[in-house]
């Protein structure tokens, strides 16, 4: 009997991949500290998602994936660029009580200015930035 872990891979992933900045009333973005157990960028931060399944959206994989790794329910989602198979969207609501999952060690709230005081994923930063930056409004 093994107990499944949220957010464990799945069978029914695709190789598409949806990601989401949570911005809260401060205009803050949500960041996490990915953990040793993740293969990809350990201990750099990114923000939530992760890979959609074959009977969702790129939106409803976006947004199930935030809630596994966040426990939030993010809402408002705006699909803000796509990189390859990368598709990053921005929450513009949520509701819930921020919680990690084992797939991160560490969260922050970030203002633009914050930026450069973490090792950010680099597709992930340069979003971050414009998006902070207030290029995409």
Same mark, same amino acid.
């Given at each position: 009997?093994?107990?499944?872990?949220?957010?464990?891979?799945?069978? %029914?992933?695709? $190789?598409? +991949? =949806?990601?989401?900045?949570?911005?809260? @009333?401060?205009?803050?973005?949500? !960041?996490? %500290?990915?953990? $040793?157990? +993740? =293969?990809?960028?350990?201990?750099?931060? @990114?923000?939530?998602?992760?890979? !959609?399944?074959?009977?969702?959206?790129?939106?409803?994989?976006?947004?199930?994936?935030?809630?596994?790794?966040?426990?939030?329910?993010?809402?408002?989602?705006?699909?803000?660029?796509?990189?390859?198979?990368?598709?990053?969207?921005?929450?513009?609501?949520?509701?819930?009580?921020?919680?990690?999952?084992?797939?991160?060690?560490?969260?922050?709230?970030?203002?633009?200015?914050?930026?450069?005081?973490?090792?950010?994923?680099?597709?992930?930063?340069?979003?971050?930035?414009?998006?902070?930056?207030?290029?995409?409004?």
């Amino acid at each position: 009997f093994m107990v499944e872990r949220v957010g464990e891979a799945d069978e %029914k992933d695709t $190789d598409q +991949v =949806g990601l989401v900045v949570v911005l809260n @009333s401060q205009e803050r973005a949500l !960041i996490l %500290k990915r953990s $040793d157990e +993740v =293969g990809y960028a350990a201990r750099r931060w @990114s923000i939530p998602g992760g890979h !959609i399944q074959e009977d969702e959206t790129r939106e409803e994989g976006a947004i199930r994936e935030t809630k596994e790794e966040t426990n939030l329910e993010v809402s408002n989602l705006e699909h803000i660029k796509s990189l390859g198979r990368l598709h990053y969207y921005v929450a513009h609501g949520y509701n819930g009580k921020l919680k990690i999952n084992f797939e991160h060690t560490d969260s922050a709230w970030v203002a633009h200015e914050d930026l450069e005081d973490y090792d950010i994923v680099e597709e992930t930063k340069s979003i971050l930035n414009k998006l902070l930056e207030g290029v995409y409004e």
